[in-house]
């Protein structure tokens, strides 16, 4: 049986963009729905739930950009589709507003066929792991809720999902922790005992050859024997995670908060995000190649440094 073409939903206020936009995904096994504000996006969201992802204009007649962004957010069905905001004009305030919000990225007009390409199909394929993790932690049971010490220790960037879902299972949000663990234990592969820096991701994103990059890595003998070590204790209903990867470390503190700067990026949002969703508490120690989350039976959303 064959998988039906990824569902995309266009919505810009000016016909010729949506013509090029179209255009640029001629060929490329999508299919898309346009509309021309977003109430007409609304009622197609509605209508045909399915839609893989979002590419969404900011400043629109009827209901703006940010107007739909909300609403998809805070509807259960559409929370998980992930947005792509366009804007004329890179405005910080407007970028910190927009991510904020639950945007995945932000693209600049104009823009490249090939960069919108590229961040559709990262944006897919973040939205394909989230979901593999959600299913993953569906397959483990409650067990590790009683769980009061544990260590492990994981070298490739597959062996993090798999245990960021098992991991996930010990802490009282399973699914929001599953997403923070999955953001920093890959982060402990890639960039610490890999070394591969941010500008070196941001390229090779934009290539497409992140994954190509990081196998070959894996191969050198430099790194062969490289591992992150997991530790987990848990002690009067306060749950610990430490994670310490073998690499240099880097400047973690640039990386705590949303940088406009850094919004076109097509990465450098996970440590953020971890921090935001409210699973943990996130604190990196010394050099950045340490770091631990704190968690309690009933975790608030303030945030540790």
Same mark, same amino acid.
């Given at each position: ?25 001629? &060929? ?14 609304? *009622? ?26 909300? *609403?998809?957010?805070?509807?259960? *069905? ?17 970028? *910190? ?69 098992? !991991? ?17 234990? #890959?982060?402990? #592969? ?39 070590? !997991? ?12 994670? #310490? ?24 949002? &996970? ?6 969703? &409210?699973?943990?508490? !996130?604190?990196?120690?010394?050099? &950045?190649?340490?770091? !631990? ?13």
């Amino acid at each position: 049986m064959e998988t039906a073409a990824p569902r995309l939903l266009v919505v810009d206020d000016e016909p010729f963009n949506l013509e090029i936009i179209c255009e640029y995904f001629d &060929g490329t096994g999508f299919e898309l729905d346009t509309a021309e504000n977003g109430e007409a996006a609304w *009622r197609l969201l509605d209508s045909h739930i399915g839609y893989a992802a979002v590419l969404l204009d900011r400043m629109m007649p009827v209901l703006d950009g940010m107007g739909l962004l909300r *609403r998809m957010k805070a509807d259960e *069905r559409f929370r998980s589709i992930p947005v792509i905001m366009q804007t004329a004009a890179g405005n910080p305030d407007q970028v *910190r507003e927009g991510l904020a919000a639950g945007a995945y990225y932000y693209l600049v007009k104009p823009y490249e066929r090939d960069s919108l390409l590229s961040i559709v199909r990262g944006a897919l394929a973040d939205v394909s792991a989230r979901l593999d993790l959600h299913r993953r932690i569906a397959e483990h049971g409650t067990a590790l809720q009683l769980l009061l010490n544990g260590e492990f220790s994981y070298r490739t960037v597959e062996e993090a999902a798999i245990l960021a879902a098992f !991991v996930a299972q010990a802490c009282p949000q399973p699914d929001a922790a599953a997403l923070t663990l999955s953001e920093l234990l #890959v982060n402990a #592969v890639e960039h610490g005992n890999l070394g591969i820096s941010y500008a070196e991701k941001s390229q090779l994103r934009r290539d497409d050859r992140w994954n190509e990059e990081v196998a070959l890595r894996l191969a050198m003998p430099t790194h062969a024997d490289k591992r992150v070590r !997991v530790s987990l204790t848990r002690d009067d209903g306060a749950l610990s995670i430490r994670i #310490v990867d073998e690499g240099a470390g880097f400047d973690w503190h640039r990386y705590l908060e949303f940088d406009p700067a850094r919004a076109f990026d097509p990465n450098g949002r &996970g440590i953020a995000l971890a921090r935001m969703s &409210g699973a943990a508490t !996130v604190e990196y120690q010394g050099c &950045g190649n340490t770091v !631990v989350l704190r968690m309690n039976k009933q975790q608030d959303t303030s945030q540790g440094t």
